[in-house]
């Protein structure tokens, strides 16, 4: 029974070495590890089964795209004549091809399916081509002839926003009068920051397999976040109603946002396939193909201008974001909105102008990724705080501490902080990892040692809960009982690693009353559950968790209804637990099974459909103001840091983290959130740098040229501390959202380097450009060696003139 | 024909010896536990274990590879073991499965399986397990989900239950424990088979005391003078996939006489298909350069470690490969090997004419690679730094051989890689060290020197401003890890 899971006594404990939450048990029976992520079990055993493994029907046609070889031009001519001549190809489809409209943006339709009339990045999708097998689908690629009249190439948003090239009007976030404030400050700098993109490098790369249906129909097995935009996308381009195209998922080898928008053109290229071919056709990206022709997290460009009191209060924050957007729109208007809503991060701050610039350039549509644009925004605010600290010869932490929100602060969208744990967090992770101590430590280490230096920093993270997009924050569950009384679970959520399905079967068996041995989840498809919101924005378990929770409750009190009449029992005080019903706590004449096949035979219905639509969210996208959230996530990190003053190179030594989990559902599950989520973020803080030339080409086209932490490259100790939070009714049986959050934890890696290079080189002058790469660090270590730095070290979205890579 | 065994049972396959195992076990054999991440060995989602009869014909020693650059052809006369082939029936967990699970080392699942393997490769393995080795074994592994904490507690706790691992005969107790299944133990017997019937065909029946196995494929001579040699396949089944399946290869990888390493006098010779892992194993190695395993710790990763082969490295003519680099240091020479048998000795420096062109001729293959041993008072040193620490390409990597004699540079060889369009021997800043007191003016001399024969352009590895800034700073981490200088002076 998992009923009560965790105590909260050992929930909260620290969990640095051992973790004994998860009951061992005898490897013969698997299924009382109930306790833990329910798929691992088959994961290890290699049976759980991703897009790829679907066994393939006979007849499958292997699809392979056609890319734009240039990043901006005018497409003159597709000519397949001699790819159509090769052995086993059979169809090669272009723009033309399309039955319906050849488009699929998703909140702005300025992207086609098939290039029609100019290419607006590199690895565009032009044509698709059809084979018999997947290397003579390969093989043809080459033989599609496409010819491309160039158009100047834009890489860099600034230039792109002087050009007035956006993709969607710019926005504000406004609360008091910065304009006013500046004369009121005691001490205001200015400033530059710049983030880096990240490739979501999820393992599973991109992938579908369509089929044609009796009905004129398509039928899309696809690796998708979002099976409804893979369906309503797909219609559109076939020219068919939504019910004409059914999309399933079973689950997914990794999305961390790549595969929330970006699945959709290779499910519809499939189906498309599949409705003009009628015969099945596969298409998975290889993985050079996947990081050249998807987007990523965008790379942003800001300008910060802070201003403080004399005792080192914000009282105002300016900032320009210049966001990369890439060639199309895609998620970016929702992720430059998210910057705004996360500019100031967990600080009350009472002037904040925040404006918000989302630039055309010729990069593939950059999209979601972990975070989706709050993380690049709680850059730019930690290092106009570092920057202040520096300059005034401060630790950033006495700015940091000093400003954290407090009950009821505004946000600058006029949201109050409710529930607000922001101080707690802080205060518990400095005593808890005695945050005074590792100061002294690091200090010390750095007085006796002259070629290694450690750096500490503390990142402190606030993050909103729910799409900011209010009708989004809606979903349903359909719960089946079977008359054996074994249960079936559908809901609009994906399974992606996040251990969403797991939570889900947890709320079933915790509110039937009955073992999470009788529940599966069942794969993800549109014709169970309809109109879904894509598996993004943490809010999976909570939408799809509380839709679950409503059908089961409706089920529950239809079955004890009946022992009521049936048994002649008062229905108050009527229970489930342990699947023994119970009355005024003492086991009644009759059990789980009992009820269930009686509810059939008394013509009871066995299943329900509920729908859950999170209470009191509104937003005014015009004002920029409203109650756009459920709640607020808090926490906060501390990071240490060793460098290696020679080699330039470092070690993350301690990651130590007080997070806001509230009543966590199932902190098995929750804590590698925190881990896996912070261990990506030191990534996209330190190793992971996206290299473009200027000619729009990616030079860090595979996994060898573009590295994410390793095993080695992890932090050596990374702590996760419980809070003592009572958590929020509109999580999940109070169980916050984990998904997004710990990634912002990585920005403390940042920080951390800065410390430590600035304790060798006090003088250091380093430029706000994440990621810190070894060699940004070794050329901030050593700056008289180089008198004319490179752009590069100042701007990670500035491309290298470098066409070549020196290969391995 | 390629022979082997792949889990229990026992493959003959007229598939390309230059396709890939991974193609071969997913999509021929439909053993769909074993992913595809990658297809270039940087991410071990395709891991999977390749056992070899050792020279005993008693004990089968298992390695784990990356399928996606195992050739085909490699397989033969092994055994190969996939996911599949290690389950336990009725859906029950090894020991390796469950400490994943329970410590939460699985969250998408789609890495998952190469952790397994490789953690049980471990488990097989006849070293001892330790802390560092444990960790060592998923080195390979790319994980995106799970920040890796869990899965080194998964390894922690392996590696206390193989605490209790007999030293020697493991297997019937790995059995037991229920690591592998029992068919493992007739293993030896079946791989002896193969290789019988291979010697058999191999002498027209007739019996030899010879027990090498052949090469999976027999070519004629003309098809042999066609072929791609294919070593270990970790760089051409990156660069040229399609086109290996489609040409004969030529494997060398199993060609026992291409494999050893010994020692004559002062001159230590290895044969060319040897490993990475076999130079790291290999006393002779170790008695000469104890740091060895300190430099191969940065270079690629253990299953890459134990395919990849010492003379591909130097073939496939990387200006930054790690090998070549740390070789050019020594001053090795290679045995080149015409198709009529014709052999000569080169120096390694002299291979490489431009950038990815050789001086050798066509038909040339590196049959053996020789130096002399650096005596014990040389000083030596391996240095590579890349974007990641370790399982990354180097944005610069550096050797340095000097002999010192009462406080004097007498002879000195350094190399480095990625600063030029070749491998390259520093020359002149080696020159400009010879004869000179080891001084922190004499390393400073070296560092000028050094900048004037380099040429390092930027690229996706780093600017070349940060290249000609990196060799300045490892010349100087040379004189501190050999001792030369001391923190005091610097």
Redesign the interface.
Known sequence: MVGKVIQMEDAKCRFST??NL?P?R???H?HT?TV??L????????????L??V?VQHGTLYAAVVESPVAHGKLLTVDATAALELPGVVHVLTARDIPGENQIGGIVPDEPLLAEGHVHFRGQPVALVLAETE?AA??ALAHVRVEIAPLPIITDPRVAAAQGELLVPPRTFRIGDSEEAWAGCAHVFEGVAESGGQE??????QGAYAFPTEMGGVRIISSTQGPTAVQRHTAHVLGLGMHQVEVDVT??????GGKEDQATPWGALAALGAFVARRPVKLVL??MADMRMTGKRHPYSSDFKIGLSADLKIVAYEVTFYQNGGAAADLSPAVMERTLFHSTNTYFIPNVTATAYSCRTHLPPNTAFRGFGGPQGMFVIESAIASAAERLGVPATEIQRRNLLREGDLFPYRQPAEGCHAEQAWDTAAELFDLPARRREVDEFNRTH??QKKGLAVMPICFGISFTKTAMNQARALVHIYTDGSVGVSTGAVE????VNTKIAQVAARTLGISVDRIKVESTNTTRVANTSPSAASATADLNGKATELACLALRERLLQLASTELSMDYEGLHIENEQVLAAGKPANTSWEKLVSAAYWQRVSLSENAHHATPDLHFDATTNQGYPFAYHVYGTALTTVQVDC????Y?VQAVQIAHDFGQSLNP??D??QI??????GIGWMT?E?L?YNEEGRL??N????Y?????????KV?DVHFLDTPGHSRAVMRSKAVGEPPLMYGIGAYFALRDAVRAFNPDSTISFSAPM???KV??NL?PE??P???D??NSPAHS???T????? | MSQFYLNNQLIRTDQPAGSTLLDFVRYNQ?L?????????G??G?CTVLVGELDATGQVVQYQSMTSCLTPLGNAHGKHVV???GI??A?????????A??????????????GF?MSLTGHALSSQPSTAASV?AS??G?????????????AAAHLQQQLEQRPATEALPWLAEQ?FVPQYFADMPGKLQTLRSADTAAATGGSETADPLPTAATSLDAPAAARARILGGGT?LL?QQP?KL?ATDVELVYDQSHLRGIRREGTTITLGAATTAQQLLESEVMLAVLPQLPRFLKLVSSTPIRQMGTVAGNFI?A????DLTILFLALDAEIELETAAAHRRWMPLAELYAG??QLTKTADEQVTAIRFEAPAATDAFNF?K?????????A?VNTAAWLRVENGVIREARLSAG?VG?IPLVLRQTSVALVGRPVSVETLRLAQQAAQQEISP???????E??K???L???L??HF?ETGLLT?EQL
């Not at chain 1, 020679?646 to 190179?649: A, L, S, Y």
């Open positions: 051992s973790f998860i061992t005898l490897p013969s698997p590890l833990n992520h798929d691992p079990i088959r994961h290890v055993r290699g049976e759980s089964q991703y790829d493994d066994p290397h390969h093989a979501h490098l999820y393992i599973e790369t689950r997914l080898g990794g999305g961390f290889d993985r002259r070629w992606m690693g996040q251990g020679r080699r330039g190179t070690e098995a599950v804590r590698g881990e896996g989520g912070a261990v990506q190793l740098e290299v030079l860090s595979s996994l060898n040229a590295k994410i932490p390793d095993l080695y490259a992890a932090p990374l790469t070894p060699e070794l050329v050593h060696f180089t004319t730095p490179s590069a070290w290298t003139s470098a070549t890579s020196a290969a391995s | 439909h769909k536990g074993t992913k595809i991440g990658c297809r270039e940087d991410c989602a996939t996911v599949e389950n336990a009725r859906g029950s967990l090894t020991p390796v499965q469950q994943i699970v329970q410590e939460g080392g699985s969250q998408c699942g789609f890495c998952t399986v397994v960790l998923i080195d592994n790319i994980c995106r989900c799970t920040g890796y904490k869990s899965l080194e507690r229920g760089d990156v399609e399946r496939n990387s200006p930054i490969g950038y990815k240095e730094v890349s974007k990641r620490t370790h399982l990354d390409i944005s990625g369009p352009i930027s690229d996706v590895r780093g600017t401003q940060y000609r800034l990196l300045h700073q490892l100087e981490v501190v923190k």
